[in-house]
């Protein structure tokens, strides 16, 4: 019972989205800062300011859900994100 519920809990919009945005911005993020420690000239430090400031957010929104829905706490993201937040 209680696994269907978090499988429904994962079929939420909001939480799709905020999972899917956060997936998002922590690839952006490592890709840039990738590409900065290769030395590559196509991005700046800026940059990787500006996806580490993305995925803040991100984090932040996570970190609301899994309060609202503590069952969803217990997803991998999830559960990084609550936990390091």
Known sequence: MEERRYRDALEEPEAKAALHGYECAQARRDSVSRKLCGGSSRVTVSDLAHCE???SEAKELLVQI????PLLARHQILAGA???G
């Open 53 to 55: 400031s993305a995925l």
């Open 66 to 69: 899994a309060t609202r829905s």
């Open 82 to 84: 609550v936990g390091h």
